[in-house]
């Protein structure tokens, strides 16, 4: 019964900044890895960025590395997106995502199919 619930997400100017939150509800084992994946209309979902929870090694897609950063939250399975810099393209539905299982990567770690879990997303919209 394990659950990601997102929260954070709205709208902002070009330029200007927003942090998500992803938490894990109830009780759960420290997962492998968590993820921000994010979707925008008639778009493919896309790996953002990743943290390994038990090195803290983070990855970011090259569309927003050097703008988001990935960190880990005070709870066990929680873990804040800061996003600076903002774009219009980075407007999109942002999903949280967590590696329960621990398998070796198949793809990658920011590749869809590598996670178990996800929550239900929250907007970010970024215009003027």
């Known amino acids: 019964q394990v659950q990601l619930v997102e929260s954070g997400g709205g709208l902002v100017q070009p330029g200007g900044s927003l942090g998500l939150s992803c938490r894990a509800s109830?009780?759960?084992?420290?997962?492998?890895?968590i993820a921000w994946f994010r979707q925008a209309p008639g778009k493919e979902r896309e790996g953002v960025s990743y943290i390994n929870t038990y090195t803290n090694e983070t990855g970011y897609a090259n569309s927003v590395r050097g703008r988001f950063t990935l960190s880990r939250g005070s709870a066990k399975n929680a873990v804040y997106l800061q996003m600076d810099s903002l774009k219009p393209e980075d407007t999109a539905v942002y999903y949280c995502a967590a590696d329960s299982i621990g398998s070796s990567w198949h793809t990658g770690p920011l590749g869809l199919d590598e996670y178990n879990l996800w929550g239900q997303g929250t907007q970010v919209t970024v215009s003027a």
């Open positions: 109830g009780d759960t084992p420290q997962y492998y890895a």
